[in-house]
């Protein structure tokens, strides 16, 4: 442990210096028309999150369908408990979009001329904060998201079911609700293990693409550096004594999880070549030094009693979200190129 915080004293001085405070930051004037813009999306997360958590599927009612094709009762019963499923993911689907819209707004105002990255995540800390939000989010969606394959099964019966009820002329109210373009649309995010990470790589990669004049490192450096200030954060105990709530110090670990995943998507190199920006090796050991999520073997070790118990606990989800080398296994892009050190796949994997 000693040898540890050495290395990482020694190593902390290459990284930025400051404390983005993600508890009590406050939009400035110049910040105000862009946070307003974005709060009207993430005040609605929770309940987002919420409706995902929630959703239970038609898997008994579409089952006794197919066993029993001949019983209209039976294939009415399903249909009817498959629409209102389909019209709640919509909704998610919908927020994607919100969300999509939010982040490359945020990404307009963090990367202008003439700050550098640096300069406006420290100048405009409500903005960052936003960002950390949208990422915190991102994670427990998708996380949540993986644990319900009834949401996959209940789209496919849906849209094998219009399908067939097409061809017969049937006349369906719900293709006023979701029509066959919403439904491609829903079908290829829902079809995503991580759909949320894939709508922000998505649009931070568009944002890149359609933004010309704009060099791509100050998109990429505004990620690298968010994911250095949070490190530093984590590893500094003069500024991790400054949160007023260990969930603050969790938020901050997530967020340096997901903005290194978001990284390796947006980057043409990814976040695990030599030439990254971003440190995986250290963050990912400043991640499992300071939340104990691994036995001495080296596997993910969650108790009754265990920090991890804990998160799980307060922010109701599992382990998968929360520990780095599982979320950079099943979300990144470029773990498994060739340019990656074998020493970082070994840890990760």
Known sequence: MGNLLKVLTREIENYPHFFLDFENAQPTDCERDVWNQVNAVLQDSESILSGLQAYKGAGQEIREAIQNPNDMILQERAWNSVCPLVIRLKKLYGFSLRLERALQSLLESLTCPPYTPTQHLEKEQALAKQFAEILHFTLRFDELKMRIPAIQNDFSYYRRTIS????????LDIEREVNNEMANRMSLFYAEATPMLKTLSTAT?????????LPLENTTDVLSTMASVC???LETPDYTCRFNSEDT????????????????HVH????????SKIDVRTSSLTYTD???LFTGEGDLEVTEGSQCGGVKNKLGV????????????FTTKHLHDESTPKNIRSMLQ
């Open 164 to 171: 067939r009820n097409r061809i017969n002329n049937m006349n």
């Open 205 to 213: 990669t568009n944002f890149v693409t359609e933004n010309k004049t």
């Open 231 to 233: 490190k530093v954060m």
């Open 249 to 264: 110090l969790l938020f901050c670990m997530r967020v340096m999880v997901g903005v290194i995943i978001l990284y390796d």
């Open 268 to 275: 043409p190199n990814g976040a695990f070549n030599k030439s």
């Open 290 to 292: 300071t939340t104990g």
């Open 318 to 329: 599992s382990a998968l979200c929360l520990h780095p080398a599982l979320s950079f296994r």
